[in-house]
């Protein structure tokens, strides 16, 4: 059917579509707002680039678009590629800008870079949205930064963690708003996607609930709290959140060592990291004590989880510069606490013969470290499983 020549009815309502979007921040923004300020937009082939660029102009900005292309481009928020990185700090050496915005290519998501190309990760995005608007609640995705979690729990936020994907961010909003109609509550995703749960008011206007992922408001109100501080947006991140580095990236059948890896396998080695009980979501180990869900675990519960700590730090051990292991997160694959305070969790695909891991750590160089053990880990683990 798709190699038939059809003729596409021609849109009806798109512009109409356009014009609601942008009254959506034109009407609830002033003006002025972004006075001042110099935006640079990558609009490389992202569908969104003339509507993002109009609502920065509506709103008082200098833009400046570059990088525009007519064929695809492929930019992942969650996964910047390093010739992308370049383009951030050529832009910003070359425009000296405020700081530099973009979107992926269906352009719900947003891109952020500081005034020196430095691109801000998805997750850190959201908690500079969440301070700016200060809502009650926010569920974000077990991947997230925990430097992210900290400094909302710092700003008296109520923080909920869940399975990575945005049905499960929101089913936690809905639970939230279940038990308390009134709560403003907000949730996104580690590319950036930021979905607003409630109405909420805003120098005196209204902006209307939009539990889908959006990139616009994310990027306004993080460019505006950094006006409103007067401060670089730099100096806000630094100011604004934990000093917490993160990098994730995958193993496929083609990685060496993994030729023979499938999503199904990668189904079955969470499986033999799990316990056995599936309402466990989290373990800390403390010496002799083993605590679940923040209660001592009974006998038979905490011989199991002392079995499972063993065969991580099998793979996680300290040739590869891992402590020892300090708490395991169940909810989304296995979320890996060391008590130096480095963080590996691993997670597999659905569907595709992929496995993923996300590090965190002190320092960048230290999680490109724990991400490149990917490459170790995978394969011995695999081969342990015949």
């Known amino acids: 059917m798709f190699k038939e020549k059809r003729t596409v009815r021609a849109a009806e309502t798109e512009e109409k579509a356009i014009e609601l979007y942008l009254k959506r921040y034109l009407d609830v923004f002033p003006e002025d ?22 609502a920065f102009i509506g709103l008082g900005a200098e833009v400046v678009p570059v990088g525009r292309s007519e064929e695809f481009v492929p930019v992942d928020t969650e996964k910047v590629s390093g010739s992308t ?6 832009w910003a050496g070359e425009y000296e800008p405020f700081a530099i915005i973009s979107t992926d290519g269906d352009s719900d998501r947003p891109l952020l870079a500081d005034e020196t190309g430095e691109f801000l990760t998805g997750d850190k995005l959201g908690a500079l949205v969440s301070i700016y608007l200060k809502p009650d609640f926010a569920a974000i995705p077990i991947s997230a930064n925990d430097g992210v979690v900290k400094a909302l729990k710092d700003e008296g936020i109520e923080v909920k963690q869940t399975r990575i994907g945005s ?19 907000v949730s996104w995703e580690s ?33 505006l709290l950094a006006k409103k501080e007067g401060k670089k947006v730099s100096e806000l991140i630094r100011a604004s959140l ?13 990685t060496p060592g993994c030729e023979t890896y499938t999503a199904e396998m990668g189904k079955e080695i969470i499986k033999d990291f799990s316990p056995a009980d599936g309402t466990v979501e989290e373990v800390a180990f403390d010496g002799n004590s083993i605590k679940v869900n923040n209660l001592e675990a009974n006998p038979e519960q905490a011989e199991e989880l002392r079995s499972i700590k063993e065969k991580l730090e099998k793979y996680f051990n300290p040739d590869d510069g891992f402590s020892a292991i300090s708490s395991v997160n169940f909810i989304d694959g296995i979320r ?15 569907n595709a013969p992929e496995f993923r891991m996300y590090a965190t750590a002190d320092t960048e160089k230290r999680a490109d470290e724990i991400a490149e053990a990917r490459k170790k880990i995978l394969p011995e683990i695999i081969k342990d499983m015949g």
Do not use: C
């Not at 937009?41 to 993002?52: E, F, K, N, P, T």
């Not at 990185?85 to 050529?90: D, N, S, T, V």
């Not at 607003?196 to 990027?219: C, F, M, N, Y």
């Open 33 to 54: 707002a972004l006075a001042g300020t110099k935006i640079v937009l990558y609009q490389h082939s992202a569908v969104g680039r003339d509507i993002i660029e109009k």
């Open 85 to 90: 990185r370049e383009y951030l700090k050529e």
């Open 167 to 185: 049905p499960y961010v929101i089913a936690a909003m809905n639970e939230k708003l279940a038990l308390d109609p009134e709560a403003k509550v």
């Open 191 to 223: 590319n950036g996607g930021f979905l607003l749960g409630s109405d909420w008011q805003i120098g005196g206007h209204e902006l209307k609930a939009l539990p889908t992922r959006d990139a616009v408001l994310p990027l306004v109100s993080a460019i």
């Open 242 to 254: 934990p000093d917490r580095s993160t990098h994730a990236d995958v193993v496929d059948d083609k």
């Open 336 to 350: 890996i606490v060391f008590s130096n305070g480095d963080v590996a969790h691993i997670r597999p695909s659905g």
